[in-house]
């Protein structure tokens, strides 16, 4: 393990993995599915930032190389097909099937110019002798610049359908993730192959996992004894302030195992103390990135329309939310801002037009974030709200 890292990032390869089980499970009976029905399977996960959708694809990808096809597809890759012949044969299957096609790859000013009619999806997967799993992340990406019309982007549109559509005897499962509003992008471009059926909202890990992930980081980051009188204890003290949630867990974890490195393995009181204090001090930074962009009016006229359409802790009426932001002055684009709430993960779409916020400590920052913010600019909470902060205020000091 690479212990010089000083950061989390929102999305990326997981160091230790476990849980998500009946997902693998999931995508597994898929690809067999699509054996047996000679025809590819499409299976959208979506999520919030952080809760751990590039670290499920990463996973699935490790699980199932030996028995497919595993290719990593980028967005970029949907609107050129050589791109897309690339990366599904491998490039020096590539370079041998452009070869024969009679030698027409040619360098010109410095590009490569293909001469050779552009190849099909069909043309491409047919060369495929082995299951195949396609894996596309950040998917949501295809809202970005997008104007209707656009040809680049009716490429993707078209690739997308013929994917999805595509017979194949050896089988394919097309797995692409993305933000909690994703399918909504892909309804948007008339995409509309997803239904409930084949769409994995990610959530929480369950806490078995959680804790499993932070004691590999303590174990086989650290090098401490797995009989250490200190490790579980440690274990579940951090898994309080995790909350299940991928982002956070990866956070603590490698602080700790930083840290305990650097203290060549000795476990202390003071230690702990360190690693708690850094790892909320990343934690608060990660929150507070969530609103980046937003000036101090902007997140007050946020967190107000949040907590005011509070229906019980944590969940919210996404349309009294939307039309508390068309209300506010300081708010000049209410739909964008909306949209951008929930691409950041700060409200995640639940049940029946009801809204989470995913993680627990996320609501507390807010909360107090919000009671800040008021003290500056002088301004004087409603009722609802002032009982909120009393209550975080309770909370704090016992």
């Known amino acids: 393990m690479n212990t010089s890292r000083s950061f989390a990032s929102d999305r990326g390869e997981a160091h230790y993995f476990h849980g998500r089980q009946e997902e693998i499970g999931f995508v597994q009976d898929a690809l067999k599915s699509s054996q047996d029905d000679r025809k590819s399977h499409s299976i959208l996960i979506q999520g919030a930032p952080g809760v751990g959708k590039s670290a499920l694809?990463?996973?699935?990808?490790?699980?199932?190389?030996?028995?497919?096809?595993?290719?990593?597809?980028?967005?970029?890759?949907?609107?050129?097909?050589?791109?897309?012949?690339?990366?599904?044969?491998?490039?020096?299957?590539?370079?041998?099937?452009?070869?024969?096609?009679?030698?027409?790859?040619?360098?010109?000013?410095?590009?490569?110019?293909?001469?050779?009619?552009?190849?099909?999806?069909?043309?491409?997967?047919?060369?495929?002798?082995?299951?195949?799993?396609l894996t596309l992340d950040e998917a949501q990406m295809m809202r970005v610049g997008h104007v209707k019309g656009d040809r680049e982007t009716e490429k993707k549109a078209h690739l997308f359908d013929e994917l999805h559509n595509l017979q194949l005897k050896q089988g394919l499962v097309f797995l692409i993730a993305g933000l909690s509003h994703t399918r909504k992008v892909f309804k948007d471009f008339e995409i509309s192959r997803f239904s409930d059926d084949c769409v994995i909202n990610l959530s929480r890990l369950d806490q078995k996992a959680e804790e499993d992930i932070l004691r590999d980081y303590l174990v086989r980051g650290a090098g401490v004894k797995p009989n250490h009188p200190n490790l579980n204890d440690w274990v579940h003290q951090m898994s309080k302030e995790t909350y299940q949630w991928a982002h956070h867990i990866s956070c603590y974890g490698q602080v700790a195992a930083q840290k305990i490195n650097k203290n060549r393995g000795v476990l202390s009181n003071e230690l702990f103390s360190d690693i708690l204090k850094e790892s909320r001090r990343k934690k608060r930074n990660y929150y507070d990135g969530r609103f980046e962009g937003f000036n101090e009016a902007e997140r007050v006229s946020i967190f107000s329309a949040i907590f005011e359409n509070e229906v019980k802790e944590n969940i919210v009426s996404g349309a009294q939310v939307q039309l508390g932001f068309e209300k506010n002055p300081m708010i000049k684009h209410p739909e964008k801002a909306f949209q951008d709430v929930v691409s950041r993960g700060i409200l995640q779409p639940g049940r029946s037009g009801f809204y989470q916020i995913p993680i627990p400590s996320l609501r507390t920052w807010m909360l107090q974030e919000y009671g800040s913010c008021l003290k500056m600019m002088d301004h004087q909470p409603s009722v609802k709200i002032q009982r909120l902060l009393n209550s975080l205020s309770d909370q704090t000091s016992s």
């Open 57 to 133: 694809l990463n996973e699935l990808r490790e699980r199932m190389k030996h028995r497919c096809r595993v290719v990593k597809l980028e967005l970029r890759m949907l609107s050129n097909m050589y791109q897309l012949e690339s990366a599904v044969l491998g490039e020096k299957k590539y370079r041998k099937v452009s070869q024969e096609v009679q030698g027409n790859l040619k360098l010109v000013a410095g590009k490569v110019n293909y001469e050779r009619s552009e190849p099909t999806v069909s043309s491409i997967f047919k060369k495929i002798k082995k299951p195949i799993l």
